[in-house]
């Protein structure tokens, strides 16, 4: 690691002194969103978490040739790579709300003059500025000079890009005249800004609602061709010509089969070998919900660009800026989201080219936005230049170029290896002798001009292979699907750490081809024996990772009654026994566990309702096919239950009502206990005479009974002595039901004849011994319970 270091350092200084030498790692520090931070100094993004930008959209950073932070900027104040406010670094004249609200230029040939150009939001009058940054103020940290909001453009669009010039060394400066046709060339040379612009007054009109100011423009990594966004009612990507030894653009070609106007088209992007051009659509209908489209440019003339279109997402929320990366791929900004999306492959066409919706997080609640910074796009022109970095992998390197390299030279930063250390094929490999930090030098010549690019590889050792015991489950008795939590068969030490992340796939090939993984592995489904493999990454993002597998075993549980309704009798003191119910095996080969008490036996005494569950677990001893023992749970639900108390019984002719409480539920029966019992507590069509009723509790507390009497009594009787009906009396009372009831007899005038007991023979039709004549006479029944029953009759002589 130290001699590793020594030659880094050896490397910067000869950077910084030699100025035929051009690293292109300027672009290795991104900044953007709300504290959102990347570093690509490793080859892969690492998220920056002390980042100070707070921005809806435009933003722009600035490295060093080697890849170390310079500065920072929303277009309104500018931050160091101290994260602490530059000299004079606020009151810039860009808008957090503008598309492209900055770019960063470094002055050719200068390691220390900057340039930040600003542009104001939605045609402001601020337009388009520039402002200079010198590195050698501040101790180094930088300070922005008396060169600040210098105007270039009263009226701009939202946008702007950068594309180097012909000569490989001055920049060209490109924005969009608002209310105009006219694109404006301002070119970064040894000498400054120049002022002067170089106008092309070519394709549509940039005008109409201030909203149409927004979108992106982008140049080609091989600086011939320029993208330009108009979003909104102007909605349409115009894509041009472009001649980097005179800044002209020529030829338009117009793409407007969007779908929608609010937003409608909003970023773009270049692949790097710029054959191919991706744009995101906003369509804001009242959910928020977004597209990329993919051209293929070289598909022909305009109509065929416009068929060749490849849809490679479409998603929920607003995607924003598509910014491509030293590593070759294209990143995409998820607004409001902790992650971005990324292009893995962007020199492929369709859906090879591999998106992956949110699969870079950013971090420690950091938030992407719609914008991401742009750089000088012919930066990008040297990316993808390794792969396979573990340690143990053999590392292939290459360079996509815009030009063609006629001579190159590796140096692996690993002097260990020998001979092995350098290479001058194009694309060579290399077997790291251990895993650590390395820094890669690639000297070559392109178009004449010597070049040198500075990469610091990271060979990372692979995860280890896990050793996973299987991982039992018990079935549930009703046979339905199991859900089961795969993160419990990860280790806590790997889980614990943030040294690794993990996920799980079905297949083999699924978990080396990282596709397809589980998506719910805290609720897996499975219906019977599975294998389960287990890709572990290492969290640093260098693509090491290592697969292990498990089984899931799905074990029987017992096949028991699992619910039983018992019935509690509130009798007294009464109790119920409850039990585990019936078992496939003998008693012998289960544990019971009851939740009254723990207690253990195969059934228990309870004395009053409730819920009571028993976990029935096989005996592994005596069950070895079954070796964690798997349980199910039995619950009897007891509930209270009583014997009917009989409140009251009322009659009228010849139906009875009987009024009973209690906490059971009851039936009723007449005259048998046995007999056939109905639910409805009403009888009807009952004779004249003594009753009994009977009412008995369902679940089997008891029989409660009560006699009753159904009143009646002759209409005539005839009192001559002949055996037939000498005496009248009434029905249905006796000694023992009503046995106090008193019977009144009247003559028609209301004069009162006599008394009778319901138990005698009755009246025989005489009033102190003399027959009373033929007539209808009355009588008044006052039962024992209160209730009075009055009506006539005739004597007949």
Request: aromatic share 10%.
């Amino acid at each position: 690691m130290k001699q590793n270091l020594f030659l880094y350092l050896i490397l910067t200084t000869f950077c910084f002194y030699s100025f035929q030498l051009d690293a292109q790692n300027e672009s290795a520090n991104w900044f953007f969103g709300q504290g959102a931070g990347l570093n690509f100094n490793n080859g892969f993004p690492i998220p920056t978490l002390d980042g100070e930008l707070n921005t809806a959209e435009g933003c722009a950073s600035i490295s060093t040739k080697l890849g170390a932070l310079l500065f920072y900027t929303d277009g309104i104040t500018v931050w160091n790579k101290n994260h602490q406010i530059m000299v004079n670094g606020t009151g810039l004249t860009g808008n957090g709300s503008s598309t492209q609200s900055a770019i960063i230029i470094p002055k050719p040939n200068s390691d220390t003059i900057y340039y930040i150009f600003t542009v104001d939001a939605r045609g402001g009058s601020n337009g388009l500025r520039y402002s200079e940054v010198d590195m050698l103020l501040d101790n180094g940290l930088g300070a922005i000079t008396g060169t600040k909001n210098i105007m270039l453009l009263s009226t701009s669009t939202e946008k702007i890009t950068a594309v180097e010039s012909a000569d490989g060394e001055s920049v060209w400066v490109i924005g969009h005249e608002w209310e105009s046709n006219r694109f404006m060339s301002y070119l970064v040379d040894l000498n400054g800004v120049n002022t002067i612009p170089v106008i092309s007054s070519v394709g549509s009109f940039h005008q109409g609602d201030l909203n149409n100011t927004i979108g992106y423009l982008k140049a080609s990594p091989n600086k011939e061709k320029i993208a330009c966004v108009k979003s909104y009612t102007n909605n349409e990507v115009q894509i041009f010509d472009f001649n980097p030894a005179t800044g002209m653009l020529t030829n338009p070609v117009t793409i407007n089969n969007f779908t929608s106007e609010n937003l409608g088209p909003y970023g773009c992007e270049f692949s790097p070998d710029s054959r191919i051009l991706y744009i995101t659509e906003i369509l804001r209908d009242g959910s928020d919900f977004s597209k990329i489209h993919q051209y293929d440019l070289t598909a022909g003339n305009a109509s065929q660009i416009m068929n060749s279109d490849t849809i490679i997402i479409e998603e929920d929320g607003l995607l924003g800026a598509l910014q491509q990366a030293i590593d070759g791929k294209i990143y995409v900004a998820k607004s409001n989201s902790t992650t971005l999306g990324v292009i893995n492959s962007p020199n492929l066409l369709g859906l090879g080219c591999n998106y992956v919706s949110g699969s870079l997080n950013l971090g420690a609640n950091k938030l992407s936005t719609l914008g991401l910074p742009p750089f000088i796009q012919s930066y990008f022109y040297a990316t993808n230049i390794f792969n396979n970095t573990c340690f143990g992998d053999t590392t292939e390197f290459s360079i996509d170029t815009a030009s063609t390299i006629t001579s190159i030279q590796w140096d692996f930063g690993d002097p260990a290896s020998g001979a092995n250390n350098t290479s001058n094929l194009m694309s060579p490999t290399h077997v790291f002798t251990a895993p650590g930090d390395y820094s890669i030098t690639i000297t070559f010549e392109v178009e004449g001009e010597t070049q040198i690019l500075y990469r610091l590889l990271t060979i990372a050792d692979e995860p280890p292979v896990l050793d996973l015991d299987p991982l039992s489950v018990c079935d549930v008795q009703d046979s339905t699907p199991i859900n089961v939590n795969l993160n419990s068969i990860i280790p806590i030490d790997i889980q614990s750490t943030s040294d690794f992340n993990f996920s799980f796939f079905t297949s083999e090939n699924d978990a080396i081809s990282n596709t397809n993984p589980i998506l719910t592995p805290l609720q897996y489904t499975i219906t019977t024996n599975d294998t389960i493999f287990v890709r572990l990454n290492n969290a640093n993002g260098n693509g090491c990772y290592s697969i292990s597998q498990f089984e899931i075993i799905l074990l029987n549980s017992p096949d028991i009654d699992d619910y039983e309704a018992v019935f509690f009798c509130d009798n007294g003191n009464s109790t119920v026994t409850i039990d585990v119910g019936n078992l496939p095996l003998p008693e012998s080969h289960y544990s019971f566990e009851w939740s009254e008490d723990s207690q253990t036996s195969s059934h228990i005494t309870v004395s009053g309702a409730g819920t009571y569950t028993v976990s029935i677990t096989e005996n592994t001893s005596i069950t070895p096919e079954n070796p964690d023992g798997c349980s199910a749970i039995r619950t009897v639900e007891v509930n209270s239950s009583s014997i009917a108390t009989i409140e009251a019984i009322e009659t009228s002719a010849t139906n009875a009502f009987i009024t009973v409480s209690g906490l059971g539920d009851y039936e009723f029966a007449l005259d048998d206990t046995n007999g056939i019992y109905q639910n409805s507590n009403h009888f009807s069509n009952i004779s004249p005479g003594i009753h009994t009723v009977y009412v008995r509790d369902k679940n089997h507390c008891g029989i409660s009974e009560m006699s009753f009497s159904i009143l009646d009594f002759p209409h005539y009787f005839t009192p001559n002595g002949d055996g037939v009906n000498d005496f009248w009396q009434v029905y249905g009372v006796s000694a023992t039901v009503e046995p106090n009831t008193t019977i009144h007899i009247f003559d028609r005038f209301g004069k009162f004849i006599t008394e009778i007991k319901p138990e005698s023979r009755g009246w025989d039709g005489t009033l102190n011994g003399k027959p009373l004549p033929t007539n209808d006479y009355w009588f008044f029944v006052t039962l024992e319970d209160g209730r009075v029953f009055k009506s006539h009759f005739t004597l007949k002589r």
